[in-house]
């Protein structure tokens, strides 16, 4: 992806775009700090496929000035964070608009630049990073774009505010029409309001009637990415009022959208939109749980295979199997392929990971030994120390198997101590347990380049949280197209994708993380050892991932459930026959713009 090639192309052509994609992040290059994890890759992964594919698509997010950090961990596991300073004027065009909003009290100067995210056949789908680092701007506000999950919950409010309000004024001012608004998590939730502003034109808000809500209602569609209650931003009425202003304040009351008396972004996206999912199968069941009032659907999470999967792949996909890169299908017939081939390109993925640890650390780990990876936000319901819970059992283990290596990563949020005291105990854990047969590694600043070498290098994918918290994952599917198995508890996509000793291992439900613990170290011991002991059966289970699990938890195929179940439903189109049906405008669109339903 070049950054310098957007520089000089022209901006496409914004009137025809009918999905406008709301993100707070979205992990737009490797060499830009817009995103922190697991929900801005899956923003540009989501957004990547859309290009590949055609989509009629456009994003908004924010330009994140000094950007996510980079984790420094001490020789103890002590985490320090840096900031990550970009100039977008250097790098990106400008979107050439200013839009003015009304956020605490005060005007705010919003502009613009424009990433293009380019498909392979050249299709692309712009996104405009919102910015207020703008002449004329209160000195506070011109850093309201800086901190990625920075800040206090008064600044979150006002970067939501920026995102939601901004984002719909921004579009607006460009010529854009979309049809229908995704907010990607509740931290958009704010576009809704916006979009009463600009659908009750002028008028106040006070003056919005039911039918002005269905109005809203009928263009936007919500995605809810996790189960855990810290992840569903809330605020005081105070800050709402303070930074919204009474009228916008007073709309959202008077909508229901308070949750135990707290502003809360989930349920006004949730009483804003008119299709609601969660990120797989169970987290959608889980999700309906959580919130009663609404109809929950699910679509499953995927990732951007050409992003993921490895340059030996690359080249073995380039030769043997053409339109993979706009089709993702075909990784079905990945069952052509010679499994020996496949295993080749995995030892160049292996080898390419550990030569980059070597040049990191000086650490050397030997490529015919037994690798597991772990590498996820730091987070308790993750539970990275389980694979350490029987430390002797482990160390048996591996002096029986012929030795074993884990190569952990992942960072904690600045100011969540007890994920900072995780990794230490890993760093503790390992320097106990570092022996001839076993090694243990934990790797400073886990991201893209990062996230990308682990799963395309290591043996097998360990991911061990507590249930039902994990709402998808992602990193277990990276692995998978890469031939990489799992080894996990069945929660998230996990459900879906696990085929005993095909595709990978179940850690089975109990009562103790003991006994959890303990079904991990059993198949450890007597399944995988054994068959990564025999080269054939493990090349046959590399060939199974990447033909059964790589072929359905790709973005491809997620964009394309987005576009018939969420943006352009079946049943709308057939609604669309009546005239007075709220919903002809976007049923029309699918009609035009939806070339695979075709
Ligand atoms: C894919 C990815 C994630 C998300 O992975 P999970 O399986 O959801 O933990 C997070 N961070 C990085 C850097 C990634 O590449």
Redesign the pocket.
Known sequence: MSLSNALTTAAPDLSSRSIAYFSMEI?LSPALPT????????AGDTLRSAADTCRPMVAISLVHRRGYFRQNLDDQGQQTEVDVPWSPETMLPSANRIVTLTVQGRELLVRAWRFDVTGVTGHIIPVFLLDTDVEGNDEWDRHLTDHLYGGDTYYRLCQEAVLGLGGVAMLQALGCKPSVYHMNEGHAALLSIGLLEEHLSGNPLREAQEIDLEAVRCQCVFTTHTPVPAGHDQFGLDHMYQVLGHERASAIERADCLHNGLMNMTYIALRFSRYVNGVAMQHGKVSQLMFPDYKVHSITNG?HAAT?VSKPFQELLDAEISNWRTDNQYFRSVYGIDPARISACHVKGKQRLFDVVAKRTGQHFNPSVLTLGF???VATY?RASLLLEDPARLVAIAEKIGGLQILYA??AHPADAAGKGLIRDVFAAAAHLNSNALKILYLEN???E???LL?QGVDVWV?TPRRPY?????????AALNGVPSLSVLD?WWIEGCAENVTGWAIDDAETEAAEAACLYDKLEQRIAPMYANPAAWARMQQHCIAINGTFFNTHRMVMQYFRNAYFPTTVVSEAATPTSPVKAPALDALLSEPTLA
């Open positions: 992990a995103y922190s994890g697991g929900l801005g890759m899956l990732v993921w590498a996820r936000r993750k992942g960072k886990y991201d893209w990062l996230g990308g799963t991911n994990e709402a998808s994952g992602t990193s277990g599917m990276k998230g």
